[in-house]
């Protein structure tokens, strides 16, 4: 068993103001996206520049801290949250959906691309390597949080974690998730888009492999209290909301390599 790192949530406090290491995780990650992406925008448009592209990161941005606190309101603990609102401002407690933020950048996308003549999937294609920069540095945060921690298990590197009331040795699985959803998926999507694909490939690439590094995760994470399983004694919220994520996914790579291979016969 390894031993729990003591971290205090809390990464610098002035008074009684206070930066939690949470809220900072989110800052790396978009200021490490809005850094890739820089380098990267040459490619994807020559004639923006460093301005556009820090307007399309800001409502990115947007997207997804509100997108993923509406997320976790109605997908995880409504109940809670219309018996207290004011607890939706609360974000440093933690309570971000992923699959609510997705649909935020989704919404934001759409709206930005109208507005700049850009086509939804032309953006979300060059959002989508960024995304997993601040997948990874939210696991971060969970994992310093001591939140979202997994099953009970003997393997040699569980830990227990303070906020466990039962104070049993535990999968660290916001580190699996670090893993899978921060490094795998980043390494996966940026070789995979360095080469030209059809629109809506990288996309449905992102979405297929998110899907199922956090469907297999959740196999060894505890589901949320106020939810538990929801079939089967095994089946989560997280799996559930997986599910149509890799569908979609994978209709998505099949139309544009289908519709790429139409042009082809066309010319």
Known sequence: ??????????????????????????????????????RR???????????????L????????????RLGYVFFYDFAAYIAEPAKILRVWEGGMSFHGGLIGVMLATWWFGKRNGKSFFELMDFIAPLVPIGLGAGRIG???N???????????????????????????SQLYQFALEGVALFTILWFYSRKPRPTMAVSGMFAVCYGIFRFIVEFVRVPDAQLGYLAWGWLTMGQVLCIPMILAGLGLIAHAYKRQAAQGVAQ
């Open 57 to 68: 990161v800001f409502w990115v941005a947007m997207g997804v801290i509100l997108g993923g």
């Open 41 to 55: 925008l040459a490619r994807f448009d020559a004639t923006w520049n460093k301005e556009k592209l820090s307007d």
């Open 146 to 172: 001591a939140e979202l921690w997994g099953k009970a298990t003997d393997v040699p590197w569980a830990m227990v974690f303070p906020t466990d009331p039962e104070q049993l040795a535990r999968h660290p």
């Open 1 to 38: 068993m390894l031993p729990y790192p003591q971290i205090d949530p809390v990464a610098i406090a002035l008074g009684p103001l206070k930066i939690h290491w949470y809220g900072l995780m989110y800052l790396i990650g978009i200021g490490g996206a809005w850094w890739l992406a820089s």
């Open 142 to 144: 969970n994992f310093i």
